[in-house]
C-alpha cells in the first residue's frame, strides 16, 4: 500500500470521475465506527461513508453537523480496503482539505452537514480528490459538475427512510435530461438559462443524453426494493444512509441490498433477497417534516 | 460465432464499468450481452471482467452460482479479457484482498490488489505496448492493482517505468492493470476480438 516514483498525471478529471465509473451497479453504505465498516465490507459494499452520525441521529439530535473526526476517518480507513469517502459541509473548504490530507477516497460536500457557506460551494477544480455533491434537479447537478463535482448523488431526503424524495430527485434530472436531448439547438440557450447552467454543460447533455458524471441516488433507501427501484429508474447506484444501521439486522439487510441492486430488474432476485430481514429502520414520513428540517433544500 | 461471422462477447455484468465495455465492443462490431447468470455465459466466444470493486464481484459470482460456471469456462479455453478488478479476478492468487477474497484463476500472477495506495495515488500515464505496435497507449490507473509475480506461463505486455508490470497475456487470457474501456483507445479490445475469432474459427 505505499506510494511509488509513478510518473503519470495525478488529480485529473479522468481519474476522478474513473472512481465514481468503478463504484457503478453498487451500494455505498454509511458507517460511524469500524465495526460497521467491516460489516459493510464484509456485505458487498462498494465503498463506505465514513461519518460520526448517520443522518437519522443528525436530525434526532440536532445541532450543527461537521466534518467527522480525524481520527474516526483513519480508523474506518485502517479498516477496509474498499473506497472510503467522507463529508464536508458544503462550502467548508478547509473541511475538504482536511479530509484530502486525510487521504479520503472521495468527498461528499453534504447537505446532510450544516452548510459552513450560505452562497459558494468548494472549489472543486482544486483538489486532486474527487468530490461527489447532492442534486435535486438538472441544473443544480450541472452547477456541481461545473465547480468540479466528479459524481452526482441525488438528494432524497436523508434520514427518513422515507424514498420518495429520492424519486422525486431522480426522475426529476432524468426527466430534464430528455427534455434537453429532444430541443433543437437554438433552444437550448434558453434552456441553459432556466437551468442556471453554464451552456457548454447543458449542450453536452443535448447531445449525448446523460450526465457527464456518474449519477447515484441517495436519501431514504431503506429496503432492497427501494435501491432496486432507484436502479429502475436509470440511477447508476445506490447509497444507503441511515437504512442498513438503524434496521433490526444490518449484516443481513446490508447484503439484500446489494444483491438487489445488482439484480434490479429481477423481482424473484428481490423477492428472495427480501425475506426475513427482521425490522427496516421506523422512519419518518417526509410530509411530516416541517420546511426548516429538510435537508435536500440546503445547497443550490 | 453461429455462422454469423461475428463474435458474440458476454460482458460480466454484476457490478462495475460493463456498459463501457460494452460500448467498446459495440463499436468493434461484436455482438454484447450482458452475464449475471450461468445460461447467459453458456452462449458466448469470448468474456469481459470489467472494472468495479473485486470483492464485490467475487462475492456476487459466489451468491448467484457464477464462480464455478466461469472457472470452467476458463479451463475450456474460452477468450478472457479483464480490467482492473477483472484482471485480479483472473489471477491465480492475489494479495491484500479481503479477508476470504477469492479468484476465479486462470493467469499465471500473484497480483497485489490497490497496490498504489488510495485514489490520491490513481494516476494516467502513456505506456508502451509493444504488442499492439503504434502509439503508446494512455493508460488509466484507478485504485488499480499491479502484477507483483509473473509466472512461467504468462507473458508480460506492458510495465510501468519502474519496471512493474500491468499488462499480461496467456493463451486466451488478457488481463490489464488499467481500464482501455474509458479513453477510446480501442486497441486492447480489438487485440483481445482476434483472439475470440481465432479460437471460434
Not at chain 1, 156 to 181: F, M, N, P, Y
Not at chain 2, 29 to 38: E, H, I, K, S, T
Not at chain 2, 104 to 125: I, K, M, P, Y
Request: hydrophobic share 45%.
Amino acid at each position: 500500500m505505499t506510494n511509488s516514483n509513478n510518473t503519470g498525471e495525478q488529480g485529473s478529471n479522468r481519474v476522478k470521475r474513473g472512481l465514481a465509473e468503478m463504484l457503478k451497479g453498487g451500494v455505498i453504505m454509511d458507517v460511524v465506527t469500524a465495526e460497521q465498516a467491516r460489516i459493510a465490507e464484509d456485505a458487498g459494499a462498494v465503498a463506505v461513508m465514513a461519518l460520526e452520525r448517520v443522518p437519522a441521529d443528525i436530525r434526532s439530535q440536532g445541532g450543527v453537523a461537521r466534518m467527522s473526526d480525524p481520527d474516526l476517518i483513519e480508523s474506518i480507513i485502517a479498516e477496509v480496503s474498499i473506497p472510503v469517502m467522507a463529508k464536508a459541509r458544503i462550502g467548508h473548504f478547509v473541511e475538504a482539505q482536511v479530509l484530502q490530507a486525510l487521504n479520503v477516497d472521495y468527498i461528499d460536500e453534504s447537505e446532510v452537514l450544516s452548510p459552513a457557506d450560505y452562497v459558494n460551494h468548494i472549489d472543486k477544480w482544486d483538489f486532486n480528490v474527487p468530490f461527489v455533491c447532492g442534486a435535486t434537479n438538472l441544473g443544480e447537478a450541472l452547477r456541481r459538475i461545473n465547480e468540479g463535482a466528479a459524481m452526482i448523488r441525488s438528494k432524497g431526503e436523508a434520514g427518513t427512510g422515507d424514498v420518495s424524495e429520492a424519486t422525486k430527485h431522480i426522475r426529476k434530472i432524468k426527466s430534464e435530461i430528455a427534455q434537453l436531448s429532444s430541443m433543437s439547438k437554438d433552444e437550448l440557450y434558453v434552456a441553459a438559462k432556466e437551468l442556471q447552467a453554464p451552456y457548454e454543460l447543458v449542450a453536452e447533455i443535448a447531445e449525448t443524453g446523460k450526465l457527464p458524471v456518474v449519477l447515484f441516488t441517495a436519501g431514504g433507501v431503506a429496503t432492497p426494493a427501494d435501491a432496486a427501484m432507484m436502479m429502475q429508474l436509470g440511477a447508476d447506484g445506490v447509497f444507503v444512509g441511515s437504512g442498513i444501521f438503524k434496521s433490526g439486522n444490518p449484516e443481513k439487510r446490508a447484503a439484500a441490498v446489494v444483491k438487489a441492486t445488482t439484480f434490479f430488474d429481477d423481482p424473484s432476485v428481490i423477492a428472495e433477497v427480501s425475506r426475513g430481514l427482521g425490522e427496516a429502520m421506523v422512519g419518518i414520513n417526509v410530509s411530516d417534516l416541517a420546511a426548516p428540517h429538510r435537508l435536500a433544500e440546503r445547497g443550490w | 460465432m453461429a455462422g454469423s461471422g461475428t463474435p458474440r462477447i458476454g460482458v460480466l455484468a454484476l457490478q462495475g464499468d460493463f456498459r463501457e465495455h460494452a460500448i467498446v465492443l459495440r463499436g468493434l462490431g461484436a455482438d454484447v450481452v450482458n452475464v449475471r447468470r450461468p445460461e447467459e455465459l453458456a452462449a458466448v466466444d469470448g468474456l469481459i471482467l470489467p472494472g468495479g470493486e473485486s470483492s464485490v464481484q467475487d462475492k456476487l459470482s459466489r451468491t448467484f452460482g457464477l464462480a464455478e460456471p466461469l472457472k470452467q469456462a476458463i479451463a475450456s479455453g474460452l477468450p478472457v479479457y479483464g480490467t482492473c478488478a477483472g484482471l485480479i479476478f483472473l489471477a491465480d492468487r492475489i494479495t491484500d484482498g479481503i479477508a476470504g477474497q477469492q479468484t476465479l484463476g486462470g493467469l499465471d500472477v500473484v497480483v497485489r490488489r490497490n497496490a498504489f495506495g488510495s485514489q490520491l495515488d490513481s494516476f494516467e500515464t502513456d505506456l508502451d505496448v509493444p504488442v499492439l505496435g503504434g502509439e503508446p497507449v494512455h493508460a488509466v490507473f484507478i485504485r488499480a492493482p499491479v502484477v507483483d509475480t509473473l509466472g512461467p506461463r504468462a507473458t508480460a505486455l506492458a510495465s510501468l517505468a519502474d519496471g512493474r508490470v500491468v499488462a499480461v497475456e496467456q493463451g486466451n487470457l488478457l488481463g490489464t492493470a488499467f481500464h482501455p474501456e474509458v479513453t477510446g483507445d480501442i486497441r486492447f479490445h480489438a487485440y483481445f476480438l482476434d483472439k475470440v475469432r481465432a479460437h471460434a474459427a
